[in-house]
């Protein structure tokens, strides 16, 4: 296998990581948020957050590193359409998901905090869950926009 098909590989590898890893913990933690199943939530929130350090973080990063490294080999000019809107595209979805990040962080904690202490979720935690899920929307079509484009690799 020569480098070029080798870093095809894991660019595709790493995309499925990335946008599997996403959809599938955004399915659980919002069907578990709207179960209202304190317990789940609590053991989802923790899974969510460790698959997106083992999965997610390092496919974000993978993705453009074999990306540019194809767009070189390959010798396409970097300002060809369908590449500066990919990369346009995974930055809008880069700038949704670190604050996606930085929630899941937090209701992690305000569940495993209300989980010691016992009582109701406090309102800021379902203030995170809708902004989570608000930032959710855009950032997967943006990776659907993405995907199309790379695979297609249309003519703009």
Not at 25 to 47: D, E, I, P, W
Not at 89 to 115: D, H, S
Not at 137 to 149: D, K, S, T
């Amino acid at each position: 296998m020569n480098t070029y098909l080798l870093l095809k590989t894991i660019h595709i590898l790493s995309s499925v990581l990335l946008v599997g890893t996403g959809f599938g913990s955004a399915f659980y933690m919002f069907f578990t948020n709207r179960s209202k199943n304190f317990q789940a939530q609590v053991v989802v929130a923790r899974l969510v957050v460790l698959a997106d350090w083992c999965f997610t973080t390092p496919a974000v990063i993978i993705q453009p590193l074999t990306g540019f490294a194809m767009v070189h080999m390959a010798g396409w000019p970097m300002n060809t359409p369908w590449i500066m809107w990919s990369f346009i595209l995974y930055l809008f979805a880069g700038a949704c998901w670190l604050p996606v990040v930085w929630l899941q962080i937090r209701m992690k904690v305000i569940l495993e905090q209300t989980n010691a202490n016992g009582g109701a979720l406090p309102a800021l935690y379902w203030r995170y869950a809708r902004t989570w899920e608000y930032l959710g929307y855009p950032a997967f079509i943006a990776m659907i926009g993405v995907y199309y484009l790379m695979v297609n690799k249309p003519a703009l």
